[in-house]
Nanobody, 122 residues
Framework: VQLQASGGGLVQPGGSLRLSCAAS????????MGWFRQAPGKEREVVSA????????FYADSVKGRFTISRDNSKNTVYLQMDNLKPEDTAVYYC????????????????WGQGTQVTVSS
């Protein structure tokens, strides 16, 4: 299983970024997927998730209305569109494969990508 996240960078407050996560080594369409982030000195937290079945989406309250998760099963890729970024969104962002259990819990995921840095600063 490999999960390759990309698209991070430095952006000013109010700006946008689109993260991508290319998956390989498993049947992508059969797994729900999630995005997480970890800021320095803080625990990893779930940001968003998308179901394998009906593409239903879920968001942490802190990003609701600003972030949009999507997936393209033909490309084995999950995306995170991040708009109206704030300095508190600064973190390393990870994609992960859902294994079992509650979709918005870190413990429900079994494989993680290497992460991509997002820095929101003026």
């Amino acid at each position: 299983v490999q999960l390759q996240a990309s698209g991070g960078g430095l952006v000013q407050p109010g700006g946008s970024l689109r993260l991508s996560c290319a998956a390989s080594g498993f049947t992508f369409s059969s797994r729900s997927m999630g995005w997480f982030r970890q800021a320095p000195g803080k625990e990893r937290e779930v940001v968003s998730a998308i179901l394998r079945s009906d593409f239903s989406t879920f968001y942490a309250d802190s990003v609701k209305g600003r972030f949009t998760i999507s997936r393209d099963n033909s490309k084995n890729t999950v995306y995170l569109q991040m708009d109206n970024l704030k300095p508190e969104d600064t973190a390393v962002y990870y994609c992960a494969r859902h294994w079992s259990g509650v979709i918005m819990r870190t413990q429900s995921y079994d494989y993680w990508g290497q992460g991509t840095q997002v820095t929101v600063s003026s």
